[in-house]
């Protein structure tokens, strides 16, 4: 068959129809016309809210994932910072704790020096503030060491106080140091004056007695002494000054079968756990020496006659 004669038209299956150009412009205006009537009125609204709510069980099970790995790492960082703030607030609770300790104690100094100097004051006596160092080794009696010594003037027999009363006496100088013995040792006695009816006495130091006291000896059983009695120095040893508080009559015990009554008392000066102290210059030392005694000439003679 000559090829003149063939048909070169294509078949039904594969006609193009319109031209890309064309449908380009029917789309188009169709579109600037669907968009006119939606702004003007609202035509797709209700088609675009069906869309939404038949795409929203989709949505939300697709961003699950999303949500629960952002919601984990926001957990474990909240967690870690709550951990941290925990540490911080603690160490800083701990600091706190540790510096209110430490105003308190200062506090407390800071009063107790203040009163050793009031003290000071009112005696009217040279004396110097020491620190206690330690607690004497001997655990059979009641002495500590300061760290005063000759040195800084500090001498043998010297009374030593703090805030309440009389604490105890020195008893060994060093150069740097000083060995004070407490008034509750066994070994120390001081003169007391009842400071209600003016009987003197003579208090010895009770370490056997709970809490450490001084037992007042030799008072008859029939003395004037009530549980409640201030006991001050009496100052006729030469050592402590006068008025000075000692000891509270603590208990009074009279016995039938003793000329004696047994009296405690309770130390007014802190024996235990003291720190701070006041060294007094012994009152020997303070006094006027006694006048000599008057010499006359061997060769006169009284009432002699020329």
Not at 8 to 17: E, H, L, M, N, V
Not at 20 to 31: D, E, W, Y
Not at 94 to 101: D, E, K
Not at 235 to 261: I, M, S
């Amino acid at each position: 068959m000559p090829l003149g004669t063939l048909d070169r038209t294509p078949p039904p299956f594969f006609r193009q129809g319109p031209s890309a150009l064309t449908r380009l412009a029917v789309f188009s205006l169709l579109a600037v016309l669907l968009m006119v009537a939606d702004s003007r009125y609202q035509l797709t609204r209700p088609l675009r809210a069906g869309i939404a709510m038949a795409l929203y069980p989709l949505q939300w099970l697709v961003l699950q994932p999303v949500r629960l790995v952002r919601h984990g790492g926001d957990y474990f960082e909240s967690l870690s910072a709550a951990q941290a703030a925990l540490d911080a607030s603690e160490k800083k609770l701990n600091l706190q704790s540790v510096r209110a300790g430490q105003v308190e104690q200062l506090s407390i100094e800071n009063t107790r020096l203040r009163e050793l100097l009031a003290l000071r004051a009112r005696l009217g006596s040279s004396g110097q503030a020491a620190q206690v160092i330690y607690d004497a080794a001997d655990p059979y009696t009641r002495k500590v060491v300061i760290d005063q010594g000759a040195v800084n003037g500090v001498a043998l027999g010297s009374p030593v106080l703090d805030e309440s009363g009389v604490l105890g006496q020195v008893t060994r100088v060093y150069p740097l140091v000083s060995e004070v013995t407490l008034v509750t040792d066994r070994d120390q006695a001081i003169p007391v004056l009842n400071t209600r009816t003016g009987a003197r006495g003579l208090a010895f130091g009770d370490p056997a007695s709970k809490g450490g006291g001084l037992e007042l000896r030799f008072m008859a059983a029939n003395a004037d002494v009530l549980p409640g009695d201030l006991l001050t120095t009496s100052g006729v040893d030469g050592v402590y000054p006068a008025g000075l508080p000692v000891a509270r009559v603590a208990k009074v015990e009279r016995q039938g079968n003793t000329a004696f009554a047994q009296i405690s008392c309770q130390a007014l000066a802190q024996v235990s756990g003291v720190e701070h102290v006041l060294v007094l210059a012994p009152l020997a030392t303070v006094l006027a020496p006694p006048p000599e005694p008057e010499v006359r000439p061997s060769g006169s003679r009284k009432g002699g006659r020329r």
